[in-house]
């Protein structure tokens, strides 16, 4: 981490609000993206996004500043994207997208449609997309899956594998 | 269009390139002020900074201990009451004794609420610089419950990812080497990207994997390979 990093992330723990903008300005949208990959909905992922920015600075006082801090703060997103689900089991809304939306990366450039890929995710169950993002989106291994969801790595292998099972069927009927 | 008549590791790669393409959204333009008004307000979201599943069982743990302790001193009140009980007896004895040779004031063991309380990071994540094309990582001591895993990826940095226990464990680095002591359980990640020449893992001195002109050799005495990645076991 930077010296700079670290100004900026000891600027923000005591509450400067130009330091917590400036660390929404490197982070916000790799917050945004992991919060949208678990819960497959702009609106909760928009809020998840508020949450985790309003609660930093708080959140910050236990941060050790061991390892990367972007690494940290996907792991309290996560976390908070878990809060969320559970809270939300009530009203379980299915949040598919509605058009083709705009991405950084540009039009679609490979066969399989964007809208129908983000329509499949969406249509997994929160348990088996929550292990597909985490391993084939955002790298994550089973053994730290198993660690983030409290589940054993068997079982994140498991749900792996029905997530793949159900977008395999999903895409190629 | 849809994936049929793709093969599977090919509709799989795809499916891992739409997934992540059809998913890398910006934040929403409004996002920021939303917050910075939040803030300024003194609104306070406590984040679940720590693994909320263990603070449950901890709690449920608590809660059994705790109904255990009643539960003992209740049956252990109900037996004192009685006049020929061995708790009875045993009570009288011991409060006979402290009261016969033990006069002094109880020690008072004052909290020092100085001392900073330790709190083990969730993560560490450490960036290897190879030198002359070498990277070495060197466990020493490490626990038989400590998950070892080494990524080989594309590109990128070669990096150490340690969760849980593994956390907090103590970390030197060197010129292309990094050692790893005291590890007592979690998960390490190495993450090496192919370019990286050569690679020597090393458990306690010993070679448990190697890479060397594009070539990998397990040596560790029990290993699983899944795709692009090896676990390797700690065994002594």
Known sequence: MTAESRDVIAAARSGSLDALGELYRRHADVVYALAYRMLASREDAADVLQDVFVGLPRALQSYAEQGRFESWLKQVTVRTCLMRQRSMRRKRETPLEEAVLETRAGPASHPLDRLAVRRALAALPETLRAVFALREIEGYTHAEIAVLLGISEGNSATRLARAWSQLRKELQS | ?236
């Open chain 2, 1 to 236: 269009m849809r994936g049929e008549g793709m093969a599977g590791p090919v509709f799989e790669d795809r499916l891992r390139e739409a997934a992540t393409a059809a998913t890398m959204l910006a934040a929403p333009e409004d996002a920021w002020e939303r917050i910075a008004a939040r803030v300024r307000d003194g609104e306070v979201v406590l984040l679940p900074v720590e693994d909320t599943r263990r603070r449950t069982t901890v709690f449920t743990t608590r809660g059994l201990r705790v109904a255990g302790m009643l539960l003992l001193v209740g049956g252990a009140a109900a037996a004192a009451v009685l006049p020929a009980s061995p708790v009875r007896q045993w009570l009288a004895k011991v409060f006979n004794a402290n009261r016969a040779t033990d006069l002094r004031p109880p020690a008072v063991v004052v909290p020092d609420s100085t001392a900073p309380s330790p709190r083990p990071p969730l993560e560490t994540t450490l960036v290897l610089e190879p030198a002359n094309g070498e990277i070495v990582l060197a466990l020493e001591a490490p626990e038989q419950d400590v998950s070892l895993v080494v990524r080989f990826v594309e590109r990128g940095e070669p990096e150490l990812r340690a969760t849980g226990a593994a956390a907090s464990a103590q970390f030197r680095s060197a010129a292309g080497r990094l050692s790893v002591a005291s590890a007592t359980g979690g998960v390490l990640v190495l993450t090496i990207p192919r370019t990286t020449t050569r690679v020597r893992v090393e458990v306690d001195g010993k070679a448990y994997l190697t890479k060397e002109n594009g070539r990998i050799h397990v040596l560790a005495p029990a290993a699983d390979t899944a795709g692009s990645e090896i676990l390797l076991h700690i065994r002594r």
